[in-house]
């Protein structure tokens, strides 16, 4: 039977938000999973959805997709920290027109393994469950990205996230780009929200990368990790010209751009990205 992949996100010390914060949180991530579900339309199997408290879960029809899916998560709901578990496994108890909390099967029971497990992997915030012996190298390969960005401040995480919706990482095109729009609007809405907007206001930056974003007209031009032929090392998530480009939209030197990527990891963590796709796409 065919395979797919169960991904459940949990908020790391939920209990830590205040009554008003976390509501402010639950309802922000209510529009990120809405809006995140229709960018990856193509790759779900069932909409990522609330599955009880501050978790929530969904399916897809790759590891590869639910992990992009959970990477875009991450920075748009920064600085907010959550743990994560991707399940493989068949989806053998189906329930026609229900959501993800009424289906069933081992790629559901694989992902709750992962996240409970996740605590007692130390320096994962992720883990992917499949039972098999290549699980070991490959919650190595998908972490990586992950602890390079993990100190990132939110000065650090936006620029990130806009070379993101400039140079998309894809895997096989389950990135829809026509509903680019729709992230963009997401952050505008973010920074309306007062933990956001005091969290921000707490640091000592002057304008941080999207607070113009509304008037930004951003053309994706996707990197699709299927199509990288590196096979020594891989370099295709840094392109020519991304730093010019980010300086012309933002208005600042590309010397300050790339002082920032190279202080925030930022090419590295792209590449990342690519070697766990290339990773996953070889033993999944």
């Known amino acids: 039977m065919k395979n797919y992949s169960a991904l459940i996100i949990d908020l790391k010390r939920s209990r830590s938000y205040s009554v008003e914060d976390r509501n402010s949180i639950q ?5 990120i999973i809405e809006k995140l579900n229709e960018v990856f339309s193509g790759s779900l199997a069932k909409d990522v959805a609330f599955s009880g408290g ?13 992990y992009l899916y959970l990477r875009m998560f991450c920075m748009l709901i920064s600085p907010v920290e959550i743990r994560a578990g991707i399940g493989v496994g068949e989806w053998n108890v189906k329930i026609e027109n ?10 559901y029971h694989n992902a709750r393994n992962a996240i409970e497990n996740v605590n007692d992997a130390l320096g994962y915030s992720v883990l992917l469950y499949s039972g098999t012996k290549i699980d070991l190298f490959l919650n190595a390969a998908i972490n990586v990205s992950f602890a390079l960005t993990r100190n990132h401040s939110e000065y650090q995480n936006e620029l990130m996230l806009l070379s993101e919706l400039l140079y998309p990482i894809d895997y096989h095109q389950v ?3 026509s509903k680019f729009d729709l992230i963009s609007k997401l952050i505008t809405s973010k920074n309306r929200l007062n933990y956001y907007s005091y969290y921000k206001q707490s640091k000592s930056v002057k304008q941080y990368p999207f607070d113009e974003l509304e008037f930004m007209n951003l053309v994706p031009n996707p990197i699709d990790a299927v199509n990288d032929n590196s096979n020594f090392y891989v370099s295709g998530g840094k392109k020519r010209g991304m730093t010019t480009q980010l300086s ?12 920032t990527f190279k202080i925030a990891n930022i090419y590295e963590a792209r590449n990342a990205t690519i070697v766990a796709l290339k990773f996953m ?4």
Do not use: C, H, W
């Open 281 to 284: 796409d070889m033993y999944l």
């Open 54 to 66: 501050d978790e929530v879960q969904g399916l897809f029809i790759s590891p590869e997709s639910a």
């Open 248 to 259: 012309e939209i933002l208005n600042i030197s590309r010397q300050s751009i790339e002082k």
């Open 27 to 31: 309802n922000y991530i209510i529009n």
């Open 175 to 177: 990135i829809n780009y």
């Open 98 to 107: 229900a959501s993800t909390t009424a289906q069933d099967g081992p790629a």
